[in-house]
């Protein structure tokens, strides 16, 4: 049963690579977002899961510098389904199989670790993009986690914000299992691998991949200022939905794969 979802997941990959070598170069940005956002969506449901936002009426939709937690590769592809975002990425991502070339084209932003020099280009660049009215998606957390609670937020990014003059709109990521637990299943963390983790998530379905947008955080403040803030927001996002899992949501994408009518819930307090 795993090999021939998996072959599914496979065959998706190459769909995306065909569709943006072939309808890419010739397609409105417009077009391109609505292709990414459902190609997206298709590649959740064939790993099991389904998409619900909360709070959507917060949501930017310009020039704004995106920042959540991060628990997996496959947050891409759940932030994607939201809103397709450009992403700043470890340089690492570049080399793998199908994944790389696919984050190249949707013109993700690689970051060299190990080279203090190249926070800088990339602090520039994502600030000259969201100048632009560009979207911009970054993890300040820097690495991943089990998703139960927030590592600290690296302010060094929040620089480019500041820089552009633009807000800064925290989001914050989580995955419940079926039984309405939170789920260790997605992360992406230490030495596991790509296939550790999708065996883990195949093992676990049905999942629902919770995505809170939390309230745009204005410019004005300096970089540290700014993380303390998204952190703070993000902090409080999560620990709502782990308060209040089975509260009302508006499914994105269900178990069929067919886009629902989009609106903005939010859990309780």
């Known amino acids: 049963m795993f090999t021939f979802r998996k072959a599914r997941i496979?065959?998706?990959?190459?769909?995306g690579m065909w569709t943006v070598a072939t309808r890419f170069p010739?397609?409105?940005?417009?077009?391109?977002m609505e292709l990414n956002r459902r190609w997206s969506i298709e590649m959740l449901r064939r790993c099991g899961m389904k998409l619900v936002?909360?709070?959507?009426q917060a949501r930017l939709d310009s020039g704004a510098l995106v920042v959540g937690n991060h628990v997996s590769w496959i947050d891409i592809y759940?932030?994607?389904?939201?809103?397709?975002?450009?992403f700043v990425s470890k340089a690492e991502v570049r080399g793998w199989p199908l994944v790389g070339w696919l984050a190249q084209q949707l013109d993700t932003i690689f970051l060299q670790r190990e080279k203090r020099s190249d926070a800088k280009r990339i602090?520039?660049?994502?600030s000259d993009r969201l100048v632009r009215g560009e979207l911009m998606c970054v993890f300040p957390e820097?690495?991943?986690?089990?998703?139960?609670?927030?590592?600290?937020?690296h302010s060094n990014m929040f620089q480019a914000a500041v820089s552009a003059s633009r807000p800064v709109q925290p989001i914050c990521l989580m995955y419940e299992d079926a039984n309405g637990r939170q789920s260790e299943a997605p992360a992406y963390i230490d030495d596991m691998t790509l296939a550790f983790t999708l065996n883990a998530?195949?093992?676990d379905t049905p999942l629902t991949a919770h995505l809170y947008v939390c309230d745009a955080i204005e410019p004005g403040a300096d970089r540290r200022v700014l993380a303390k803030q998204a952190q703070a927001a993000v902090e409080g996002a999560l620990r709502r939905m782990q308060a209040g899992l089975r509260a009302p949501v508006?499914?994105?994408?269900?178990d069929a794969g067919a886009v629902a009518e989009f609106e903005a819930v939010a859990p309780p307090d």
């Open 10 to 15: 496979f065959g998706h990959l190459l769909h």
């Open 26 to 32: 010739n397609a409105t940005p417009q077009v391109r």
């Open 53 to 56: 936002v909360h709070n959507d």
């Open 78 to 86: 759940v932030v994607n389904a939201w809103r397709p975002t450009p």
């Open 123 to 126: 602090m520039h660049e994502l």
């Open 142 to 153: 820097g690495t991943t986690s089990l998703g139960h609670n927030l590592l600290p937020f």
């Open 201 to 203: 998530m195949l093992r």
């Open 250 to 254: 508006a499914v994105v994408s269900d």
